[in-house]
């Protein structure tokens, strides 16, 4: 997660700072998401990876924010 934190900071320009907080009671360790639903209902498989996923992402968000 730390990396991944690191990643968005690096892409969006930011000189945020990283913080760490307690979790929540009911926060799992480890999240699993589970896409079996969308893929068995609606055929749905993710086609990008993640790092190009989050720079599409910023990108739309920057476009948004801009208009």
């Known amino acids: ?5 690191r990643r968005i900071v690096d892409l969006v320009g930011s000189v945020t ?9 009911d926060d799992p360790t480890r999240p699993r998401p589970d896409t079996r639903l969308a893929r068995e209902r609606l055929g749905r498989r993710p086609r990008v990876g993640w790092d190009e996923g989050l ?8 476009r948004s924010a801009a208009a």
């Open 1 to 5: 997660m730390l990396d991944r934190a």
């Open 17 to 25: 700072r990283i913080r760490f907080v307690e979790r929540p009671v």
């Open 55 to 62: 720079e599409r992402t910023i990108h739309w968000f920057t």
